[in-house]
């Protein structure tokens, strides 16, 4: 009897063995998981003060051109994206389409962007503007067959491609 015993210890061990690291394994991963759930905080959008000071000087500058046009975008932080990078550095704001009409563009905020130092360029695909101090560009398209709710305005320092 002991030797059957022993045979089937010696014949199972690989096995009980390998139940124990699986158990183990999934002790560790209950615990991460419980802990990360526990701790983490919910996703808040960063306002528009948190985002700048992450960011270049320039940014701000950005920030404050488009505060000129489109003030009520820049309090409301999911309607608008820093897209920052070393060859792109570009803000971003969704502005509803029904704001933002084709007439709306035309008779109240081009005149906005006129009297704050922009001039309009020829562009056949977009709305594009120049800054006549900074040289930052703004482009809003012109095209709003695209199925969103919202036209993309986009603010670019100079040199940055804003579409």
């Known amino acids: 009897m002991k030797e059957i015993f022993k045979e089937l210890i010696e014949n199972f061990y ?10 183990g394994v999934i002790l560790v991963f209950n615990l991460l998981n419980n802990i990360e759930v526990k701790y983490s905080k919910p996703y808040v959008p960063l ?3 948190e985002r700048l000071k992450q960011l270049p000087p320039t940014a701000k500058r950005l920030s404050d051109e488009a505060q000129l046009i489109f003030p009520e975008k820049l309090t409301q932080p999911e309607s608008f994206n820093f897209d920052w990078t070393h060859n792109r550095r570009v803000l971003k704001i969704k502005v509803p389409k029904t704001q933002l009409t084709d007439e709306s563009l035309k008779t109240f905020y081009i005149n906005l962007y006129l009297k704050n130092n922009w001039i309009i ?5 977009t709305y594009l503007f120049e800054h006549q101090l900074t040289g930052d560009h703004s482009c809003i398209d012109k095209d709003t067959s695209d199925g969103l709710s919202y036209r993309l305005v986009t603010f670019a320092t100079k040199g940055a491609l804003c579409y």
């Open 121 to 125: 360029l020829e562009n056949e695909y």
């Open 14 to 23: 690989p096995l009980i063995a390998l139940s124990i690291l699986i158990g």
């Open 47 to 49: 306002t528009l003060e």
